[in-house]
């Protein structure tokens, strides 16, 4: 499972001209899932993501964590993240999981954001969306459950 994680001061998701998520001061996680992904890799990246302290603290000092700061994560799908361009230059996504896997992984990663005390609004699962956001610093961090980078 990859994770993108982004300090934002806002962030939305729009399906169909419609808002279904948004935040302010939070981070913005677009989250890819492969077929070899169990719930491990779900629980062991919502308790990096909701520990990662990324926020300034009172000196100035990258040093507090999403919750300290009353952040929100806002959780998006992206089995982009699993594109592999090496040959060619076309994205080839076999390592992306199949929807149904991926939804429920997905869903369960949601879960445990929440089951950590953080407010977690979504995107939409397999739709069209528009995101946006503000990238605070900018600070963005890719993290992997592999631990590959």
């Not at 890799?41 to 990096?48: G, Q, T």
């Not at 507090?64 to 993240?81: I, N, R, Y």
Request: aromatic share 6%; with cysteine.
């Amino acid at each position: 499972m990859r994770a993108v994680v982004q300090r934002v001061s806002r962030a939305s998701v729009t399906v169909e001209n419609v808002v279904v998520g948004a935040i302010d001061r939070g981070l913005l996680v677009l989250l890819g899932v492969t077929h070899a992904d169990t719930e491990t890799a779900a629980d062991y990246l919502a308790e990096k993501i909701a520990g990662l302290r990324i926020f300034e603290d009172d000196a100035g000092k990258i040093n507090l964590s999403v919750a300290e700061v009353d952040g929100a994560v806002l959780a998006v799908s992206q089995f982009t993240l699993y594109g592999d361009v090496r040959k060619g230059k076309r994205p080839s996504f076999d390592e992306a999981a199949r929807p149904e896997q991926a939804r429920q992984l997905y869903e369960y990663f949601v879960e445990r954001i929440r089951a950590l005390g953080l407010r977690c609004e979504t995107g939409r699962f397999q739709e069209m969306m528009l995101v946006e956001l503000v990238n605070d610093g900018p600070v963005t961090i890719l993290l992997d459950s592999e631990k590959s980078f």
